[in-house]
């Protein structure tokens, strides 16, 4: 009997992957139609661990994709559409060279539609699992909100991406979700926290839109990952409203109707809700959402450690209170000052906001009213100021909400030099990084900032003036008890050596003999650990080997950046110190002249 084995590559990562020209024929689709198939259903190419059994010996580098992932692709109703999408452009190029328009409108007005929400549940099956992955599409919708109409992005997917980015905002706004804000470079960076998962998302600054020059960046494959963020964002959001005891699309309440009849009642309603100003309407007045209620009944069932239990416990009453941080206070935003991040901060925490009617629509109350108690300003000063508020910058709203309390506003006031923006996602228990001075006084309270020990410093020069003086004073005193210290210093030797004598009677009856203490060489045991560590690092496998010197390699530069970074700091703070002294000398030159 003769057993035929297997040949080469049938078996095993041969067999388990194929090269992107492989899938491509497989499935008879063209490039672009292949790529925004993957892309919607969430495959990617894989890394083989070994690649050239993966490429059945072929040299070089190819796109591999597992075979099980393309065999997947193959059920996918999406191929027809797509298919229907290739003839139809085929029908319509074809009747509009023949000038057979009667056939064009035929086929414009049967276009074919591509449906993704099978797609998203298939993704997605619960709720959860789509807070979970909701990062980088709220980004992209807030980075697309902001776009004009490009070549490959269509001018509705923008509008749509605003849409839907506003119906988000406002329901963190009802749930009171928001923890924790930052302002960067690249723009606002917010967390939220809905139903147990942490949400992190960036909203870019509004600034003109500037076209590249180049094109580094491919807008239209940007533009196929967008259009399955908004099926997705649309189904959280009207789950989130459900949720909220809301309507969704959103409504406004009838007290911000007209009695007149709107010529576009559609357009109105938009621009009133992008206001972020606006109290939506309930389904149902009398049912409340009892969401927070549950968590503080299950919070503490569970055994465990009772200080772990203790920690939680504080968490959650400080977030309990952060709830409700700005609430009472009636905020006037300047027309300098960035409208739609702060007031979307401000009502998270139960603020009232307005701002000039003529900035945009959906402003309350106006500047003259007395009864505001925070008007937000970014100018060095104003000419007309009342005196029943006060005039603070835009950090004062940021660092406030990091905090999860209202700061003292002495050193956010109008035209005050503001304190470092600490950014709150940084873990400060992480083991190798820079702690700017500015965080560590915040964690550690008995750690002093250079600007208070040269407060410090310039006391005790003062105290060590005045007691130059003192002591010049005090000498003749001095001279007069010496006399009387002489007298007493005899009595008290005489004293001493009488103890003594005792001690050493006692202790020659005394049959245990004290030991001496062995004195250890600072030197010499650091050479030992040393040493230790060497033959320990000896000790690694061979296969672990490289592992463990990008590891230290790792560690070593980031002990680089962090000496760097305490330079950088010593140095400006060294400037800083200059010239306050010289502005200290100049203060102290005026009066003598």
Not at 120 to 129: A, G, L, N, Q, S
Not at 210 to 230: A, G, H, R, T
Not at 490 to 496: L, T
Request: glycine content about 4%; overall charge positive.
């Amino acid at each position: 009997m003769v057993v035929v084995g297997k040949k080469k590559y049938q078996a095993g990562e041969g067999a388990q992957f194929m090269t992107r020209k492989a899938a491509l024929n497989k499935l008879q689709l063209s490039l672009n139609d292949f790529r925004r198939l993957c892309i919607l259903k969430g495959i990617y190419p894989r890394e083989p661990r070994n690649r050239k059994r993966a490429q059945k010996g072929d040299p070089g580098i190819k796109i591999l994709y597992h075979k099980k992932d393309i065999q997947f692709l193959l059920h996918e109703p999406i191929i027809w559409k797509l298919r229907d999408y290739k003839v139809f452009n085929k029908k319509v190029s074809r009747a509009r060279t023949l000038r057979e328009f009667s056939d064009l409108k035929r086929y414009l007005r049967n276009h074919p539609t591509l449906k993704l929400d099978h797609i998203v549940k298939e993704r997605y099956p619960t709720f959860i699992d789509a807070l979970r992955d909701l990062d980088d599409c709220l980004t992209l919708c807030f980075l697309f909100s902001t776009f004009p109409s490009l070549k490959h992005i269509p001018r509705d997917q923008s509008l749509l991406c605003r849409r839907l980015t506003i119906e988000f905002l406002h329901a963190v706004i009802a749930a009171k979700a928001l923890r924790k804000v930052f302002v960067s470079i690249k723009g606002y960076y917010y967390q939220a926290e809905i139903k147990g998962q942490t949400i992190t998302w960036i909203v870019p600054h509004h600034f003109g839109f500037e076209p590249q020059s180049k094109n580094d960046v491919d807008f239209k494959l940007m533009s196929i990952f967008v259009e399955f963020y908004i099926v997705m964002l649309g189904f959280v959001n009207y789950r989130l409203y459900h949720t909220l005891n809301l309507y969704y699309p959103p409504k406004l309440t009838t007290s911000e109707h007209n009695e007149k009849t709107l010529v576009d009642e559609e357009a109105y309603v938009a621009e009133r809700i992008s206001a972020l100003n606006v109290n939506l309407v309930n389904l149902d007045a009398s049912t409340e959402n009892a969401e927070d209620e549950e968590l503080e009944m299950d919070q503490f069932t569970t055994d465990g450690d009772a200080k772990k239990l203790e920690e939680v416990r504080i968490e959650v009453e400080k977030n309990r209170k952060l709830k409700t941080l700005f609430k009472g206070l009636k905020v006037f935003l300047n027309r300098e000052v960035p409208r739609e991040p702060l007031v979307f901060i401000l009502r998270c925490f139960g603020a009232e906001v307005s701002w000039d009617k003529l900035l945009f629509i959906g402003a309350t109350f106006d500047e003259g009213d007395e009864t505001i108690t925070h008007q937000i300003v970014d100018r060095p000063s104003m000419t007309k100021q009342y005196i029943s508020r006060y005039y603070v910058q835009p950090q004062w709203v940021f660092d406030s909400v990091n905090a999860k309390e209202l700061l003292p506003v002495e050193k956010y006031l109008m035209g005050c030099v503001l304190p470092p923006h600490l950014s709150p996602f940084s873990d400060s228990r992480h083991d190798q990084t820079y702690i700017p001075p500015e965080e560590r006084a915040l964690m550690d309270p008995n750690f002093k900032l250079n600007n208070e020990a040269d407060e410090s410093d310039e006391e005790s020069q003062n105290e060590e003036e005045k007691g130059e003086e003192d002591k010049s004073e005090d000498e003749n005193a001095d001279e007069e008890t010496a006399q009387k210290e002489d007298d007493s210093d005899v009595e008290m030797s005489n004293r001493e050596q009488r103890t003594q004598q005792e001690r050493l009677e006692k202790k020659k009856k005394m049959k245990v003999k004290s030991g001496e203490v062995t004195k250890e060489d600072p030197f010499q045991k650091k050479r030992e650990e040393k040493q230790e560590y060497r033959l320990r690092e000896r000790m690694i496998k061979k296969k672990h080997r490289n592992l463990y010197r990008s590891m230290m390699k790792g560690r070593e530069e980031r002990a680089k950046e962090i000496w760097l970074l305490r330079k950088k700091r010593r140095l400006l703070d060294a400037a800083n110190k200059q010239k306050q002294k010289e502005e200290r000398k100049k203060k102290k030159a005026k009066p003598t002249e």
